[in-house]
């Protein structure tokens, strides 16, 4: 599950440089988002809890996830849309950035595709 996670940062992160899902882009993100939901819920299956506080936990841990996601947008999306219209903005942040996405997320897919 995790190497399919990792296959999908590529792919988004593909999209980012070159754009081609731009008609079922909705399917693609509903489809990659299920893949992350259950690579996450994969992980809590590997925590230590009881199944009495099954519900506090998932709901905790859910809305740890999106808090965390929710930090990470709040404190990037302004520094992005300020630099959108410099000229630097595609070549460095955005295929720069993407390239470096896909570095990591092959580094990931090998590790987990291959248990290295």
């Not at 992160?13 to 882009?25: D, H, M, R, T, V």
């Not at 259950?38 to 519900?55: K, N």
């Amino acid at each position: 599950m995790e190497s399919i996670i990792a296959l999908s940062i590529i792919l988004v992160a593909l999209n980012g440089i070159f754009g081609k899902f731009k008609e079922g882009s909705l399917l693609a993100i509903l489809i990659l988002g299920l893949f992350h939901g259950m690579g996450f819920a994969s992980v809590m299956g590997d925590l230590p809890f009881r199944m009495a506080s099954l519900t506090e936990c998932l709901i905790g841990f859910n809305v740890g996830v999106e808090l965390g996601q929710l930090a990470i947008v709040l404190a990037v999306f302004p520094i992005l849309f300020l630099l959108r219209k410099t000229s630097f903005y595609f070549p460095v942040v955005l295929v720069g950035g993407s390239l470096v996405l896909i570095v990591i997320a092959g580094i990931w897919f090998v590790e987990r595709a291959f248990a290295l």
